[in-house]
């Protein structure tokens, strides 16, 4: 019997990017809600990658077992 190949998340494949260091990168939340009265410092924050948090590395790993 072969093995099985695992599936990617699309959601999580949109949301994360992984680094060629292999660190898990992602962007902040709420960026598209009520953007045009945001000011502009304001939306120029939300355009950064920053880099998971180790507590939630694991799971996001699992959702993408092939990195990106």
Do not use: C, W
Request: net charge positive.
């Amino acid at each position: 019997m072969t093995k099985q190949k695992l599936k990617t998340h699309k959601g999580a494949k949109r949301r994360f990017k992984i680094t060629g260091t292999g660190k898990i990168m992602r962007t902040k939340g709420m960026k598209s809600h009520n953007r045009r009265k945001k000011a502009p410092r304001v939306k120029r924050m939300f355009d950064r990658m920053l880099p998971l948090d180790e507590s939630n590395r694991k799971k996001v790993q699992r959702l993408l077992p092939y990195g990106l």
